[in-house]
T-cell receptor, first 115, second 113 residues
Framework: AQSVTQPDIHITVSEGASLELRCNYS??????LFWYVQSPGQGLQLLLK??????LVQGIKGFEAEFKRSQSSFNLRKPSVHWSDAAEYFCAVGPYGGSQGNLIFGKGTKLSVKP | DTAVSQTPKYLVTQMGNDKSIKCEQNLGHDTMYWYKQDSKKFLKIMFS???????INETVPNRFSPKSPDKAHLNLHINSLELGDSAVYFC????????????FGQGTRLTVV
């Protein structure tokens, strides 16, 4: 069955430190992979996506992610975290069912940033 | 300009009531979705809909029904609301195509009391 696992429920990093959020997936074919961010009380904003090609993808706000097929992973990274990055981060895989936007989400990782 | 907009942003209602949440997208997308985010922040697809097909997640109670007056709108109707329906509901839209990605609205926080 298709699934997404985000092993870390909550991560705290110091401002300026590097960040890596983990995501593992189970999917029967070549997946589309996404990272979304949800700030408190806000909707979901797409950070980056992987469909094909270069396995290192760049996103907005200085984020990047690397697709590793052998490890079924799509980890999100940022070299230097800013206080405004504090939010909930969701990894998602798709599509499934009949539509491209049918995504399976992980349970999210909450990022806290220490000053 | 808001790409995917939902109204209302907050909705508090009593058990047993019927309510609707509206969603509009101005992106020209041909497919729209409803997702439910529970109290633990877990997001799950409820429906996907385009002018050809409605795909329903089999776990969604039939008290929930999507209604689409046109391609730009997908409203969510909920009958006989229950306490367990309290959640944040997100509307989303996308193109049907190989590189489609879903754009999400701001969410509607529904509280059933």
């Amino acid at each position: 069955a298709q699934s997404v696992t985000q092993p870390d429920i909550h991560i705290t990093v110091s401002e300026g430190a590097s960040l890596e959020l983990r995501c593992n997936y189970s999917y029967g074919a070549t997946p589309y992979l996404f990272w979304y961010v949800q700030s408190p009380g806000q909707g979901l904003q797409l950070l980056l996506k992987y469909f094909s090609g270069d396995t290192l993808v760049q996103g907005i706000k200085g984020f990047e992610a690397e697709f590793k097929r052998s490890q079924s992973s799509f980890n999100l990274r940022k070299p230097s975290v800013h206080w405004s990055d504090a939010a909930e981060y969701f990894c998602a895989v798709g599509p499934y069912g009949g539509s491209q936007g049918n995504l399976i989400f992980g349970k999210g990782t909450k990022l806290s940033v220490k000053p | 300009d808001t790409a995917v907009s939902q109204t209302p942003k907050y909705l508090v209602t009593q058990m047993g009531n019927d309510k609707s949440i509206k969603c509009e997208q101005n992106l020209g997308h041909d497919t729209m979705y409803w997702y439910k985010q529970d109290s633990k922040k877990f997001l799950k697809i409820m429906f996907s809909y385009n002018n050809k097909e409605l795909i329903i997640n089999e776990t969604v109670p039939n008290r929930f029904s999507p209604k689409s007056p046109d391609k730009a709108h997908l409203n969510l109707h909920i009958n006989s609301l229950e306490l367990g329906d309290s959640a944040v509901y997100f509307c989303a839209s996308s193109h049907e195509g190989r590189s489609a990605e879903a754009f999400f609205g701001q969410g509607t926080r529904l509280t059933v009391v």
